[in-house]
C-alpha cells in the first residue's frame, strides 16, 4: 500500500516529487531543508517561487538549526519552521581510552572531512597548514573526495608540503570515527554550512 507520510530532504531535490505525490495519491509530506544554496540564497526567482510552494504545501517544516531556521523564515516569510538539529550516533563517535597512548604525541594531526569543492574551502586550509609547518610538526588527513582534489594535491607540491597532506578518500562511518578519534583537531574551514554533522562528530569523541 501507499505510505501514511513521506520525509522529503531538501526541497530542491525531491520537492517537486513530494507535490506529485500529494496531488496524485493524497500522501502527505514533512520536508527537511539542508540545502547550502538555500541557505546562500543562491538561487534564482523561478525557483524561489517553485521552494515556497513547495514549503507551503508541506505539512510541517524543519530547520536543522536555528540560524538556518531564522534564514529560511526571512527568505520565505510565509512558511513556518521547526528546529530539529543533525544527530550524531554516540555509540560510534566517542572518546576511545587509546587516543592518549600515541606514539607519535610530539605531531599535530589535523582531519577535515567533506567534499573537494569550492564551497569547503580547502584550498586556504593548505596554505594555513603550510604556515603552521614552519613551527610545529602538522600533518593534515583529507576525507572526501571531488573536483578539486587533484588542484589541491598539486598546491601542496607546489608548496611543499605534500608529505603532510595524506588524501584518504571516502571512509565508511566506523574508519571515519576511528580517523577523527585518532585526529587531535578537526578543521572545517567551510564558506557556508547549514549544520555541519561532522564537527558534532568530532564534538562526539572528545
Given amino acids: 500500500g501507499n505510505p501514511d507520510l513521506i520525509h522529503v530532504h531538501s526541497a530542491l531535490n525531491s520537492g517537486l ?16 531543508e539542508h540545502s547550502s544554496l538555500i541557505a546562500g540564497r543562491k538561487i534564482s526567482a523561478a525557483q524561489h517561487k517553485l521552494i515556497n510552494t513547495i514549503y507551503q504545501k508541506s505539512s510541517a517544516n524543519i530547520a536543522v538549526s536555528d540560524a ?31 587516543m592518549s597512548s600515541r606514539s607519535d604525541s610530539d605531531r599535530i594531526q589535523f582531519i577535515f572531512v567533506g567534499n573537494l569543492i569550492e564551497r569547503k574551502n580547502v584550498i586556504p586550509l ?6 603552521v609547518s614552519k613551527s610545529i610538526d602538522a600533518r593534515l588527513w583529507i576525507v572526501g573526495e571531488g573536483k578539486l582534489k587533484e588542484k589541491i594535491r598539486k598546491l601542496s607540491i607546489q608548496i611543499g608540503i605534500d ?15 576511528n580517523r577523527i ?5 578537526l578543521v572545517l574551514p567551510s564558506k557556508l554550512e547549514t549544520f555541519g554533522v561532522v564537527i558534532i562528530e568530532a564534538l562526539s569523541c572528545g
Fill in 163 to 177: 608529505s603532510r597532506v595524506h588524501f584518504l578518500g571516502v571512509l565508511d562511518r566506523d574508519s571515519l570515527a
Fill in 68 to 98: 538556518f531556521n531564522s534564514t529560511l523564515s526571512d527568505f520565505f516569510p510565509n512558511t513556518s519552521w521547526t528546529t530539529i538539529p543533525n544527530l550524531v550516533d554516540d555509540t560510534l563517535f566517542s572518546p576511545s581510552p587509546w
Fill in 17 to 32: 516529487l513530494a507535490i506529485a505525490l500529494k496531488e496524485k495519491h493524497g500522501i502527505p509530506y514533512v520536508l527537511t
Fill in 181 to 185: 578519534k585518532s585526529a587531535d583537531c
Fill in 126 to 131: 593548505i596554505y594555513a597548514l603550510e604556515i
